[in-house]
């Protein structure tokens, strides 16, 4: 494994929730994302980048400036498409997954690419710059910061994560390029709120806040010190921890395909969404997807009810329906009590 002055993610002191998110959304990048809130200086930032160390190695199609995957026809991009139809065959090469950064400060010009347009008129071809979408396909996309996303950022990221690609028009030329990606995005209520329709395209949520126990307090603080005067060091102790989480992640990956879940489970999912009013079928989708999820990583190949109650606690919170400008409250004594039934 190749390390870079990352801190690592398993010297992460708590913060469970925050990291079993991000894990599960690279064991199942079809998850949603994950948007992590809470006050400054928990470490949301520090667990994303750390996450950069444990993502899985992937295929990509050689020199394809998207990373196209070759093993999937239908998400190529157009010149992909072109040397695949004349080839036969796409030359193959290896990756690894990444996390790329939106910069909140990002123009909308730097996320989506540019197309000259000059060149379209003089060559009769188009000539497309990369942006910010094209190096997330098939990674990590995060923003840190995400509630000050400007709205134009902010539709293009809809629009994109809607559909799974990136389309660029200007003065009646357009571009496309495939773009998915898993969207983390970190913020601190106190500094504005998110847009109600980029929130519902999060798969998953999470709260973190400082530690309240003056030992795991003393634990950060030694362990950012540690870090910060030998970093090489630092990292070495952690290297066996990191793999061990890699490799697991790799594991369930492999896994993920083969779990099922029981038709009763499935039910009591639909029950939970009515019980706490949520808006539209989403949250049970997403509820059942982490659930498997959380199976996988388990080494499972069935789904339990606990895994239902635990992917429910990152699934639900931010799809409660409520009123304007106020914060979802996930009633757990409503989905208790219907667990009780089981
Ligand atoms: N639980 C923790 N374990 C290890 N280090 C931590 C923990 N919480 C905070 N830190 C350390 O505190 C510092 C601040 O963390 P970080 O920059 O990730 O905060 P943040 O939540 O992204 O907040 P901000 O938005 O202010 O940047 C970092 O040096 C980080 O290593």
Known sequence: MRHSAIYPFTAIVGQEDMKLALILNVINPSLGGVLIKGEKGTAKSTAVRALADLLPAMETVKD????????????????????LASHKQLVVQAAKMRVVELPVSATEDRVVGTLDIEYAIKHGEKKFEPGILAQANRNILY??????????VVDVLLDAAAMGVNRVEREGVSYVHPARFVLVGTMNPEEGDIRPQLLDRFGLSVIVSGEHDPDKRVEVIKRRLAYEANPDKFLQLYQEEQETLAQQIIQARQLFPTVSIEDELL???AKIAIALEVDGHRADIAVIKTALTLAAFAGRITVTSSDIQEAARFALPHRMR????????LDWKKVEALFGDQ
Request: glycine share 4%; with cysteine.
């Open 267 to 269: 039910t009591l999912v």
């Open 64 to 83: 394809c400036k998207f990373h196209c995957d070759p093993q999937d026809n239908n998400q190529l991009c157009g010149i992909c498409q072109e040397s």
């Open 143 to 152: 923003v840190d910061e995400i509630n000050l996303l400007d709205d134009h």
């Open 322 to 329: 409520r009123r304007p400008f106020e914060e979802g409250i």
